[in-house]
């Protein structure tokens, strides 16, 4: 058993180091569709009940996996906030309607 043959530190088992090349991060598609899809909830409010949840999630997913720079926060934020506008707009104009209804049934 030949301890030079297994030893790392040969001059053939060396791996040159390479700067990690720079390349800017890919675009927020789950921010980016969360802000459209809440802009669409609260746009048309009671027709579409899956509008202002799918909202809700991508938003809140992007929120989750964003970067920590201040550069790319807006986006993330911006739709986890539309995601709950929508939701709340979409509730809301629930809760009004019933009331509405109650109010004059009686």
Same mark, same amino acid.
């Given at each position: 058993m030949s301890s030079s043959k297994m030893d790392p530190r040969r001059p053939d088992k060396i791996v040159p180091f390479h700067m990690p090349s720079? &390349?800017?991060? =890919?675009?927020?598609?789950?921010?980016?569709?969360?802000?459209?899809?809440?802009?669409?909830?609260?746009? &048309?409010?009671? =027709?579409?009940?899956a509008f202002p949840w799918i909202a809700a999630f991508f938003g809140a997913s992007s929120m989750l996996n964003s970067r920590k720079t201040k550069r790319d926060d807006s986006v993330g934020f911006s739709g986890a906030v539309l995601g709950l506008v929508s939701l709340f707009t979409y509730y809301l104009n629930m809760y009004?309607?019933?009331?509405r209804a109650m109010d004059n049934a009686a």
């Amino acid at each position: 058993m030949s301890s030079s043959k297994m030893d790392p530190r040969r001059p053939d088992k060396i791996v040159p180091f390479h700067m990690p090349s720079n &390349v800017p991060p =890919s675009s927020d598609y789950a921010g980016n569709l969360a802000v459209a899809v809440g802009m669409g909830g609260i746009m &048309v409010r009671n =027709s579409f009940k899956a509008f202002p949840w799918i909202a809700a999630f991508f938003g809140a997913s992007s929120m989750l996996n964003s970067r920590k720079t201040k550069r790319d926060d807006s986006v993330g934020f911006s739709g986890a906030v539309l995601g709950l506008v929508s939701l709340f707009t979409y509730y809301l104009n629930m809760y009004m309607m019933h009331k509405r209804a109650m109010d004059n049934a009686a």
